[in-house]
């Protein structure tokens, strides 16, 4: 397993743990780019966007794309039951790190 992919797996790990810590269980791309790049993960709105979709593919997270008085659009990601049990370790999907916490 390379270093690239670890950080891939981990980055989808602590995205769905991110939004599990919201009282409604949602989160946007923006507080989400700022929280990774806190944490030291080279993050930006398209890689954000790529792991939305791909957990979105993998049934961990809904996404819901709320129009902006621009021309974009802000992603928000709405973790779903699927979603909450990989981020407590119960469950897992091959790409997405396992969590060590119990």
Do not use: N
Request: proline share 2%.
């Amino acid at each position: 397993m390379t270093v690239a992919t670890v950080l891939i797996e981990d980055r989808r790990l602590r995205i769905l743990k991110a939004i599990q810590q919201m009282g409604d269980d949602r989160l946007s791309e923006i507080i989400l780019t700022r929280a990774l790049r806190a944490d030291g993960y080279p993050a930006d709105f398209d890689v954000i966007r790529a792991d939305f979709a791909w957990l979105e593919r993998q049934g961990c997270l809904r996404v819901e794309k709320l129009p902006t008085d621009g021309r974009d659009e802000i992603w928000v990601g709405a973790l779903t039951a699927t979603g909450s049990r990989v981020a407590d370790g119960v469950q897992m999907i091959h790409g997405i790190a396992r969590s060590l916490a119990r």
